[in-house]
Structures are given as C-alpha cells and as structure tokens.
C-alpha cells in the first residue's frame, strides 16, 4: 500500500504559479512511477503529468507542456508539480497517483493508488 497526501493548492490569478506537493508514505516510492491527474467540474479526469520511478523520463498533456514541471524526490519521498502561467482552464482539482511499476501512463486506470486531491481555481 501507498499512502499519497496532495497539498499546495488553492486561489491564484491567471498568470500566477503554484507548486502542488504530493508526500508518500507506506511500501517502497522509489520504484513506484507517479502521475498528476485533475478532475474540473462536470469533467471526466485527465491526466496532466509523470515521471519514472529514476526521474529520468517526464510525460506532458500538450495542454500543460512547457508551463507545468512534474519532479519526485525520492529521499523525501516526494512529488511535485510546479504549475506556471495558469489559465482559468487550469481550475481542476488535482490528484496524485502512484503506479504498481516503475514505467508510467497517461491512462488513469493504471494507476493504483490516488491521494485525495487538492483544488486549484485560477480566476481571470
């Protein structure tokens, strides 16, 4: 079992940044990839980010690249997401996921565990 807890979240003006952290605790993170996903009202869940269990390798929505940044530190058993240039589309509440192996996915369903969320609202 992994245990994931979001927070960073919160009210921001379009334009502005946040960092949304997701902390790990339970069996073995190091090996485990991680995804971003976010629900927006009245909208199914998409996925927005991850990362291999190494970091090595990052994986984008074409609606976030080159504004969000997924990162992991696995000493603190961390992920992260640094989200920059918000768009009210942006507003969502955002979940972190772990996967039962090290390669990551873009597909929700493949992920095995899920913290309960953190919300972002971007206003205009």
């Known amino acids: 079992q992994v245990q994931l807890v979001e927070s960073g979240g919160g009210l921001v003006q379009a334009g502005g940044s946040l960092r949304l952290s997701c902390a790990a605790s339970?069996?073995?993170?190091?090996?485990?990839?991680m995804g971003w996903f976010r629900q927006a009202p009245g909208k199914e869940r998409e996925f927005v980010a991850a990362?291999?269990?190494?970091?090595?390798?990052?994986y984008y929505a074409g609606s976030v690249k080159g504004r969000f940044t997924i990162s992991r530190d696995n000493a603190k058993n961390a992920v992260y997401l640094q989200m920059n240039s918000l768009k009210p589309e942006d507003t969502a509440v955002y979940y972190c996921?772990?996967?039962?192996?090290?390669?990551?996915?873009?597909?929700?369903?493949?992920?095995?565990?899920w913290g309960q969320g953190t919300q972002v609202t971007v206003s205009s």
């Open positions: 996921a772990a996967r039962a192996f090290a390669a990551p996915s873009m597909r929700s369903d493949e992920y095995a565990y």
């Open positions: 990362i291999t269990w190494s970091g090595t390798n990052r």
């Open positions: 339970g069996r073995t993170f190091s090996s485990n990839a």
